[in-house]
Nanobody, 123 residues
Framework: QVQLVESGGGAVQAGGSLRLSCSAS????????MGWFRQAPGKEREFVAA????????YYADSVKGRFTISRDNAKNTEYLQMNSLEPEDTAVYYC????????????????WGQGTQVTVSS
């Protein structure tokens, strides 16, 4: 079955950096767009970033543009989210997702989801 496993979360001070990874198995990774979403306590899950199957196109939420970078390595069945200049507002559980999004900004829909990794940013 399809498995998406996130790693790399943790606690960091404001202004710091983290790199999240998402390892995929059970699917033809290079055939799927990949995305990152996050959910903060008491809030709905929100789109963070997405990348096309080839990696040639990337999309970002306005709140993370210029600070976060999404990438993928199809040879390793892994996608990444480099997060710089982290802010307390970035505190959330981060989820990776795989799918064939039909929205113009690649924000959805997605078929497969990971279990999430916690990112905590302190001021």
């Amino acid at each position: 079955q399809v498995q998406l496993v996130e790693s790399g979360g943790g606690a960091v001070q404001a202004g710091g950096s983290l790199r999240l990874s998402c390892s995929a198995s059970g699917l033809t990774f290079s055939s799927y767009a990949m995305g990152w979403f996050r959910q903060a306590p008491g809030k709905e899950r929100e789109f963070v970033a997405a990348i096309s199957w080839s990696g040639s196109r990337t999309y970002y939420a306005d709140s993370v543009k210029g600070r976060f970078t999404i990438s993928r390595d199809n040879a390793k069945n892994t996608e990444y989210l480099q997060m710089n200049s982290l802010e307390p507002e970035d505190t959330a559980v981060y989820y990776c997702a795989a799918g064939l999004p039909d929205r113009r900004d690649y924000s959805g829909p997605y078929d497969y989801w990971g279990q999430g990794t916690q990112v905590t940013v302190s001021s």
